[in-house]
């Protein structure tokens, strides 16, 4: 398989890119190198390689449970914070939310 002119200006229309002319002649080349190295990688024997692969393994790393005593803090929660409320930390807002606010 290999990439011709006219697929990479096709390709360049639909993704909206401008492309001069040296540069499609450039990504032709380029796109046909990573092409014959795929090649070349698709004809080595991997007869002898152990399969790291597997499809009835479950998607995924497998996971702990997430279980244990709560870790204690070496401060209370109302000790981090100048104002709570309701149990949540209350912050000065900031000058930027304030002028996106006075502009609306």
Partial sequence: MS???DDVRHIA???RLGLTDTRAESLVTEL???LRHMDVLSNVDMSEVANTASTDL???APLRLDAGPPIPLARSREAMAPRMQDGFFLVPRLSTHEDAEASS
Wanted: net charge neutral; glycine share 8%; proline share 8%.
């Fill in 3 to 5: 990439v011709t002119l």
């Fill in 13 to 15: 229309s639909l993704a």
């Fill in 32 to 34: 046909n190198t990573i």
């Fill in 58 to 60: 479950p998607v995924g």
